[in-house]
């Protein structure tokens, strides 16, 4: 790739590098940034949650809808090269399948099951990290006639990626921050009546289901997930803050937190704000009955860590790590790391990124 289309590459992230903008348009201009540096016909780039590597948003080129399920069934279950979970951790965080097997692609099930059938020649993946943490993921696949990709452009897909990271974090900080501006926060007495509530607290209050506030003593009733949730926090021996999700009328998750005031006197702030993506899985998670110990472990092991790490970081013995993965995996009903995953983000995160990422299809 010639020295101009790199400055090209890197000039056009450049200008969505510290600038507040959305998500979906820094994806847009990082997939037009790889076009710049390399050859390519089908591509996925993805923001991911860091403390999972799951993807919570994308753009996608070339690849039909249909494509989806398998390839992260591939991705999730199946052994195979490059996991975005490994690269994430690798240094430098690129690499292609044409390296990886050693020039005999047929080694790869996500190649045999998915890119074969497309003729594919070459798959370069790439993990967009800022220090230790992982912003995004991408994937570009190119056509026979094109062959393997060059060390020339896997230089300078690493090149761009360290932009794309920085932009992409850009954005979703910018995000969640938006997301705070809608936070409604009301303070309830010990009988569950609201006495204080913030400008936004009627709005989002009456977008929870079942709930309308007018002022007569039925229409202020609390929806039972909150009014369960102010129990748990009033009589919590284990912690004061309280955390869950509700849905609102539209479908959409909000994030609930109930935190009792000094006073003991049965007083609860809650706030509520719209539910991240990073919110949702470990919120889930307690459907299956798992301990906060327990969520923290599936986080490790999404991410790839092994449990000999996952002791390391957490400073438990292996021997604990193990007896807590078993548990895991019986309560969730299943036998691996892969099923584990896999379980979670098809039941609980892939249908809502789907949604985004083919929207205008």
């Not at 979906?24 to 860091?50: G, I, K, N, S």
């Not at 906060?292 to 790490?309: N, P, Q, W």
Request: proline share 4%; with cysteine.
């Amino acid at each position: 790739m010639v020295a101009s289309a790199l400055i090209h590459a890197r000039d056009r992230l450049l200008q969505h590098s510290g600038v507040d903008e959305d998500v979906d348009e820094v994806l847009q201009a990082a997939l037009r940034a790889l076009h710049d540096v390399a050859v390519f016909r089908w591509a996925a780039v993805m923001t991911v949650d860091p403390r999972t590597i799951l993807p919570t948003a994308g753009v996608v080129e070339g690849f039909d809808p249909s494509a989806c399920a398998p390839f992260w069934d591939l991705e999730l279950v199946s052994p195979g090269y490059n996991k975005f979970a490994d690269l994430a951790r690798r240094a430098p965080p690129v690499s292609t399948l044409f390296d990886a097997t050693d020039g005999e692609l047929t080694r790869s099930p996500l190649f045999n099951d998915l890119y074969a059938g497309l003729g594919a020649s070459d798959e370069l993946r790439v993990a967009f990290v800022l220090g230790s943490t992982c912003w995004g993921v991408g994937t570009l696949i190119r056509d026979e006639p094109n062959g393997a990709f060059t060390d020339a452009e896997l230089r300078d897909v690493q090149t761009v990626g360290h932009l794309i990271a920085r932009a992409l974090r850009q954005a979703v900080i910018h995000g969640e921050s938006q997301a705070d501006a809608a936070t409604a926060i009301l303070v309830v007495d010990g009988d569950n009546r609201i006495e204080h509530l913030t400008a936004d607290g009627h709005r989002m209050l009456e977008s929870v289901r079942g709930f309308r506030y007018g002022g007569d003593d039925a229409a202020d009733e609390l929806p039972g997930l909150l009014l369960a949730l102010l129990t748990r926090a009033r009589h919590s021996n284990s912690q004061t803050i309280m955390t869950t999700r509700i849905q609102a009328a539209s479908g959409r998750w909000l994030r609930v937190t109930a935190a009792p005031t000094e006073a003991h006197d049965g007083h609860v702030a809650l706030t509520l704000e719209p539910a991240r993506p990073a919110d949702l899985l470990p919120m889930m998670l307690e459907t299956y009955g798992l301990t906060e110990r327990e969520i923290t472990i599936v986080m490790s092991l999404a991410r790839g860590l092994t449990s000999k790490d996952i002791a390391a970081e957490l400073t438990l013995s292996p021997y604990t790590v193990r007896d807590h993965v078993k548990a895991i995996y019986r309560k969730c009903g299943v036998n691996t790391r892969g099923e584990l995953v896999a379980r979670l983000f098809t039941e609980h995160l892939r249908p809502a990124f789907e949604e985004r990422v083919f929207a205008g299809d």
